[in-house]
Each structure stands twice: as C-alpha cells, then as structure tokens.
C-alpha cells in the first residue's frame, strides 16, 4: 500500500506527465516519469512496477468518484472519512484525465475523415476513386463456380447432440452479454 505522500505525487505527476495527452509513441517514457517520481517519494519503502502505479492511480480515482459532486452519495456514504487535499487532487486528475480522453477521442475521429492512418505502423495509403482501375471480368482468371447439391440436415427436436449444442450457445451469448457490460462500465469510467 502505497504512502500518503506517494499517493499525492502519483495525482500530481499524472497531471505533470499526462500520459494519455501526448503524441503516439511518447506514453510508455510518461509512465515510466511518473513510476520514478513516485517511487523517489518515501524512496526507503519498495519501489513499484509501472503496472503497479497505473492500478494505483485507477484505484485511487475509483475511491474518490462519489465525492466529486457528479455521482449520487448517500449521507453514509463516508466521504468526510477523505483527506480533503487528496480528494482535490484526485478531482483534478480525473478531470485532466477524462479531458485527454476526450481530446484524443476527437484527434482519431479527425484522423479517421481525413484517411490519415490512426496507428504509425499501420500507415496506409489513400487512393482518391478517381485513380483506380477497373479491371472487366473477362480480362480476370476466375475459376468456374462448381454447382453442388447440398442435402439438409434433418434432426429432430429431441437429439440429445441438439440439446447439448443449444445449451452451449446460450452460455456462450450470456458470456458475451456478460463481457459486453463490463467493456461498457470500463468505458464509462
């Protein structure tokens, strides 16, 4: 568990560093500022990984949600039990944060009107319609379409195989749902 004094250095460096407001290819370097300036604060306790800070810093951000003002709190809720300095500054980093992830959200939207390509090692090149050919079938090789008579299956409502399959894909479209509602929740962070 990681100090006070850590906990306020890792709000302010993400704020200092701002990993998910820099260009492509820059964020690892921020992580890795933020991992050291943390990590240099109470310097005689273990250091932490990177992946360590980044939970951290979530963790920290999902603790003081409630008290922002923008989520419903109940007047059990605790969060008079907060450190006002910590919850100011982890306001401020869940502010910066929510604006960069929106600043790039905006960038990529751009980019993907524009054609240009969104990830550097997957540059594409954009030909206007204008300038591509169009090549008539009969200068094509394609190989003839073999005509085959396909046979239904018959299987009768009782086939234990049948059953067994159905039960499958129930479970596997309930992961699915399943999945699909945690990806929006981590979305809506």
């Known amino acids: 568990m990681p100090t006070e004094q850590r906990k306020l250095t890792l709000l302010a460096s993400y704020r200092d560093f701002r990993p998910y407001g820099v260009p492509y290819g820059e964020v690892t370097s921020q992580w890795n500022a933020i991992t050291e300036a ?11 990984g990177k992946q360590a800070v980044k939970d951290e810093l979530d963790s920290l951000l999902q603790q003081y949600k409630p008290t922002f003002g923008d989520y419903e709190t109940s007047k059990g809720s605790g969060s008079n039990k907060h450190n006002p300095v910590m919850e100011r500054e982890a306001r401020a980093t869940y502010e910066m944060k929510l604006a960069d992830r929106e600043e790039c959200k905006k960038k990529v939207e751009q ?34 379409v073999k005509k085959t008579k396909v046979e239904p299956i018959k299987i009768n409502d009782d086939d234990s195989l049948l059953q ?21 929740a981590i979305h809506n962070l």
């Open 38 to 48: 943390v990590n240099n604060k109470d310097s005689e306790i273990k250091p932490l």
């Open 111 to 144: 980019m993907a009107l524009e054609g240009e390509a969104i990830h550097k090692k997957r540059e594409t090149t954009v030909v206007p319609i204008e300038e591509t050919e169009v090549v008539p079938v009969e200068e094509t090789e394609i190989a003839p």
């Open 164 to 184: 067994e399959s159905k039960k499958n894909h129930k479970e596997i479209l309930d992961g699915l749902e399943s999945i699909a509602s945690v990806i929006k």
